[in-house]
């Protein structure tokens, strides 16, 4: 069952975080909806705009329609993820989507606002809801690129009155995390604090973290082992994710960790049987693994086992 990111949110709001996972591909739909029903957790599939031209949009909506008659029981949204303002009026107008991330965040404050208010204007007509971003996450995720000298933290006064202008249904908030799979070089981590004070400005609004892959460093180790060359590799700890589903944060965005699983289901796959050249072994072998990388980040993030009680909520 699609439903809206705002339905999911309400559900979740101060308890846990809703899973975003991005997907591509046959096997990584496949190993999502089960991992999400072996876990008993709604979800948010994200369609990013590098996704939706990888071979053709409507090829991947096809595959979703598809997975949701598979697996009847699974209660999810579909949402853009980093949207430029065509590309959300293309999804808004496609009748698929259930909701829109307008990312104007490289923009200065007015211009975000404007570019975001009219997103806002066309999807509410349509009763889709939106994501926007304020302050820049660092790092490299498909054509989002943003030097770590010039990425910001969220000003929380600036969040109420972003908010209050554009009427945006939930807002990404740069707290600290970065694209791609080297988040950290040191010791740093999420700063709670900025949140907290985003979450007294705004109560009950529903917050978003992006760039919030773990990079667990078995995998990193297997695929350097395996082949590659991920060193100094290094992601969020999953056990900050509670502590900021208590602090407004319903929706936390993961999309590296899940090319960590593949790369590293590949790479060891040939290497132990070069002699292979059938692509469906390894494909049944991620999607297995992918369904319970799904099922434990759903643990970490206290959404496992909530499935029944969502779905009381929106039907």
């Known amino acids: ?184 070089s040191g010791t740093q981590g999420l700063h709670f604090d900025v949140l907290s004070e985003i979450q007294k400005r705004l109560p009950g609004f529903p917050l978003v973290m992006h760039g919030s892959s773990s990079v667990p460093q078995e995998e990193v180790e297997r695929i350097n082992k395996a082949g590659g060359n991920l060193k100094g590799a290094k992601g969020v700890d999953a056990s900050q994710f509670k502590q900021a589903a208590k602090l407004g944060v319903t929706k936390i965005n993961i999309d590296t960790d899940g090319r960590l699983v593949w790369t590293r289901v590949h790479r060891e796959f040939f290497l132990e049987k070069p002699e292979n050249f059938d692509l469906r072994p390894p494909g049944k072998v991620f999607m297995a693994e992918y369904a319970k990388f799904i099922a434990d980040k759903n643990e970490k993030l206290g959404s496992a086992g909530t499935l029944d009680e969502v779905r009381k909520l929106v039907s």
């Open 1 to 184: 069952m699609i439903v809206t990111t705002k339905q999911l949110f309400e559900a979740a709001y101060g308890k846990y975080a809703i899973g975003a996972y991005n997907i591509n591909n046959l096997e990584q739909c496949m190993g999502l909806f089960r991992g999400n029903l072996d876990s008993k957790a709604p979800f948010i599939i994200q369609i990013s705009k590098g996704a939706r031209s990888y071979t053709h949009k409507e090829m991947l909506e096809g595959m979703i329609r598809s997975a949701e008659k598979v697996f009847p029981d699974a209660i999810f949204a579909v949402h853009l993820d980093h949207g430029d303002e065509q590309t959300c009026y293309d999804c808004i107008n496609s009748g698929f989507y259930s909701s829109v991330m307008i990312d104007a965040s490289h923009e200065n404050f007015d211009e975000n606002v404007a570019i975001t208010k009219r997103v806002v204007d066309a999807a509410h007509a349509k009763g889709l809801v939106v994501e926007a971003e304020l302050g820049q996450l660092g790092g490299v995720e498909e054509h989002v690129q943003v030097a770590e000298a010039d990425a910001k933290l969220t000003d929380p006064k600036q969040a109420k009155e972003f908010v209050a202008r554009t009427g945006v249904d939930s807002l990404a908030c740069a707290i600290g995390t970065s694209h791609g799979a080297f988040k950290f």
